[in-house]
């Protein structure tokens, strides 16, 4: 397209002036033209680079589309603005590398409808003291950077876009102040916003910036931004940069499909979210690095995990703060690492974690009040010396365990309430201390308050509902116990030694240092097997255990003659409801092995999922191996196995614990016998879907469900245990009682009837302090009237 003419409209009054003229170059256009005169190029292609320096209006045709008017000098900037002039309707073609297209260098001129097309430094520049106002520009600059702001630069842009750049979306540095509206920045080789340098501020509302190779947004070097409902999405680098004391804010804004972290902060860098919401990140939602490092969160979202990461990751120091907050469907929602590092949540709901919601470790503290944790693999977990913080008035609910100490951490707990945790409510092993005060757990699959290893815990005012393993199990002396209650015991005091069952703690460092045991020395086997016959039903049971004892005992003596002896494989399932005398047959079934010689020790070490998985990539088959090689020369008792390989595991470790335990059994078959325990139908779906352990074991043994007699019976037995006896009807009440008991899955079976009785000789107990005295018989005699009510 050949050059045009320029015609200049002279807006002046003066009668020495003409009013219009043709001129056939800019430059010449520009020499003629007065304060307020318009010139209107022709379309065409002008070769000349345009220097801009009184304020003049320059366009092109109307009508004609930017196209139409190309400036496109073969070097150096096509178009410069000094004055406060307005430009539009023009297309800006620049081919020098080293200056950009369009430069504004003073002034606050008006810059409409102008397309940049270019291979230079970059689209648009504006220095100095200049303050244009560009509206509906597009800039298209594979070379450089799409528009650059910089010496103290400000002014407006506005439903502008920028098509592609090579470099930086919008740069704006040395302490320039631009605000953009409704603006478009995509295909960009790096941050399509990039903010740096002091003094340095950015005001963005409504904007988009999109399909970024590189950072949507990067903050640094004391620079600072605000956007205003923004969308930052499909980048392929993290979605939000801020480092070297940035700053931004982000109100009412989107932060999604970001294949790595969605916001990124480091070196001091702050980030203020309202009203924001952050999904679909394929590592953290929020990761928050260094000391001075913070995060203020104010009803904002969190969801939709597309990676394996946390939802939020704290560490070096860092810290965050979540107020109204909601975080949900990611694989783990909050992790709080190293000393000085701190999170503070409140009012904020934690739901459908697929790991961990809240992970404290290597001396980091967190502090959450009224908050809400649902569905979720584990509440809340202090793992190690100095990890700490306070949970007050929190509920965690279906969750897999409520929360987990371990290894020295030393969490407060307060007025916590947990509801139908799959496993244990509150779960402290490996010297984990914490103090719980004023906490309730209901609906437990497992135990309610969990505490092994002598961990030196302290529960004051606590209590117990529906807990399928019991509400309080202590293994060793140890927890410090006030105040606390069951709907099983009444009142509950410290716990009594009772090392008759191991428990495997989770991590490594304990068990490892745990000093070797010596063999005890072995019961009689017929005096073990008596205890096995006497208790109550379990007639399937005992025919399965007799017949394998037989068969072990006939090969070694079949072995002491020099014959062949049967291949025996000792591994064991057994599957039935929770209740039913599994744990104490695998006890009783390792001390009849060791007394035959074929167990070195026949201890047994109970554990279950926690004690094995771990949260990350190799920390499972260390915990596995760790339980594993505690059992050793006794029995490794897993209970509700099945969890190990859920129906939905996605991202889950449980499969590598089931992995490493096939390894170890094969490798050490003759030192440790494994028993896999369950309930039946979830036991069957768990060999099913895991052949190469179904191989491992040499039979499945069925624990049924007591019968109402055999109930009774196993009520008789306590009563003659704790020197009470059954008045005249109470038997025929306890049978019709268990008879209509309620019996779904969760029914404790023999635990069930031993919270009867415990019931019992509480509203006996009750019954007689009102009496003022009382004889030998009304002290010994239960009634009828003493049997709980049926819910």
């Not at 478009?184 to 399909?211: I, K, M, N």
């Not at 965050?320 to 009012?347: H, N, Q, T």
């Not at 070195?600 to 279950?608: I, K, P, T, W």
Request: some cysteine.
């Amino acid at each position: 397209m050949a050059q045009g003419s320029v015609q200049v409209t002279h807006g002046g009054t003066s009668r020495w002036r003409r009013r219009t003229g043709e001129y056939g170059s800019l430059a010449a256009a520009l020499a003629a033209a007065g304060d307020g005169d318009v010139l209107t190029l022709a379309p065409g292609t002008y070769r000349e680079n345009l220097v801009v320096d009184r304020p003049v209006t320059l366009r092109g045709p109307e009508r004609a589309g930017a196209g139409a008017v190309r400036i496109a000098p073969p070097e150096g900037v096509p178009l410069t603005v000094r004055a406060q002039a307005v430009v539009r309707d023009l297309r800006l073609e620049g081919q020098d590398v080293s200056a950009p297209a369009l430069l504004v260098e003073e002034g606050t001129p008006e810059l409409t409808d102008l397309r940049v097309v270019t291979r230079s430094a970059a689209g648009i520049e504006v220095r100095g003291g200049a303050r244009p106002t560009l509206r509906r520009c597009a800039v298209d600059n594979p070379a450089g950077l799409g528009v650059a702001l910089l010496g103290g630069a400000g002014g407006l842009l506005e439903e502008c876009e920028v098509i592609a750049a090579g470099q930086a979306g919008v740069s704006v540095r040395e302490g320039a102040t631009p605000r953009l509206v409704s603006c478009r920045v995509h295909q960009c080789q790096d941050a399509g916003l990039l903010v740096s340098g002091e003094g340095t501020s950015v005001e963005a509302v409504g904007c988009e910036l999109y399909e970024v190779k590189g950072s949507g947004v990067r903050v640094t070097g004391h620079g600072s931004a605000q956007l205003t409902d923004c969308r930052v999405h499909r980048t392929t680098s993290d979605g939000i940069t801020l480092d070297t004391h940035g700053a931004l804010t982000l109100t009412d804004c989107e932060v999604h499909e970001i294949p790595e972290n969605a916001v990124d902060l480091r070196s001091g860098a702050t980030l203020a979210l309202i009203r924001t919401v952050v999904h679909r990140f394929g590592r953290n939602g929020l990761s928050v690095w260094d000391h001075g490092t913070r995060v203020d969160a104010a009803h904002s979202q969190l969801h939709e995990s597309t990676g394996d990461y946390p939802a939020v990751w704290i560490s070096d120091g860092a810290a965050v703060v979540l107020e109204s907050c909601r975080v949900r469907e990611v694989p783990d929602a909050l992790f709080v690492l190293d000393r000085g590092s701190r999170a503070d949540v409140l009012d904020s709901d934690l739901a459908q974690i697929r790991g961990t919601a809240v992970s404290v470790s290597d001396g980091a503290q967190v502090q959450l009040d009224d908050c809400r944790v649902h569905q979720a693999g584990t509440g809340a977990w202090f793992r190690d010396p100095g990890s700490g913080g306070t949970l007050n008035q929190c509920t965690l609910d279906e969750v897999g365990t409520g929360l987990i100490v371990t290894k020295g951490a030393d969490p407060t707990v307060e007025r916590c309430v947990i509801s139908s945790p799959r496993e244990a409510g509150v779960y402290v092993s490996a010297g984990g201390r914490g103090t719980f005060e004023r906490c309730r757990v209901t609906g437990s699959g497992g135990y309610g308050f969990h505490v092994i290893d002598g961990c030196a815990s302290v529960l004051r005012r606590c209590r117990t509902e529906r807990c399928s393993r019991g509400g309080y199990q202590f293994a060793q002396e140890g927890p410090q116990v006030e105040d606390c209650s069951s709907d099983e015991s009444g009142t509950l005091s410290a716990p009594e030694p009772a090392p008759v069952v191991e428990r495997q703690p989770s991590g490594g460092a304990a068990a490892a240092s745990a000093p070797a045991l010596e063999a005890p020395a072995a019961r009689p086997a017929q005096e073990v097997l008596s205890e096995l016959d006497a208790l109550v039903g379990l007639e399937g049971v005992k025919r399965e255990v007799k017949a394998l004892i037989d068969l072990i005992t006939v090969g070694r003596r079949r072995q002491q003659a020099g014959l062949k002896a049967p291949s025996v494989r000792r591994h064991l399932v057994f599957t039935g409801s929770p209740g039913t005398g599994k744990t104490t047959v695998a006890r009783l079934y390792g001390q009849i092995l060791h007394s035959l010689e074929a167990l070195e020790r026949g201890h047994l070490v109970e554990v279950s999922r926690v004690d094995l998985v771990g949260e990350h990539i190799g920390s499972t088959a260390i915990r596995t191996q760790e339980a594993f090689e505690r059992a050793q020369g006794g029995v490794l008792f897993i209970d509700e196995a099945y969890a190990l390989a859920p129906r939905d595991a996605g991202r889950d470790f449980g499969r590598e614990a089931i992995d490493t335990l096939v390894k170890l059994m094969e490798d050490q078959r003759d030192a440790v016998v494994v028993i896999v325990a369950g309930y039946t139908e979830e036991m069957r779906h768990f060999l099913a879907a895991n052949p190469g352990v179904a191989s491992r074991f040499s039979r499945t043994i069925t624990f049924d469900d007591y019968s109402p007699e055999q109930l009774l019976q196993i009520v008789e037995g306590q009563a003659g245990e704790q020197e009470y006896a059954l008045a005249e009807g109470t038997q025929e009440a306890l049978l019709k009682h268990f008879a209509l008991l309620p019996k779904g899955p969760s029914f404790g079976n023999g635990r069930a009837a031993r919270g009867v009785f415990e019931a019992m000789v509480e509203r006996h107990a009750g019954r007689l302090a009102q009496l003022p005295e009382a004889s030998t018989e009304q002290l010994t005699l239960l009634y009828p009237e003493d049997l709980p009510d049926l819910d």
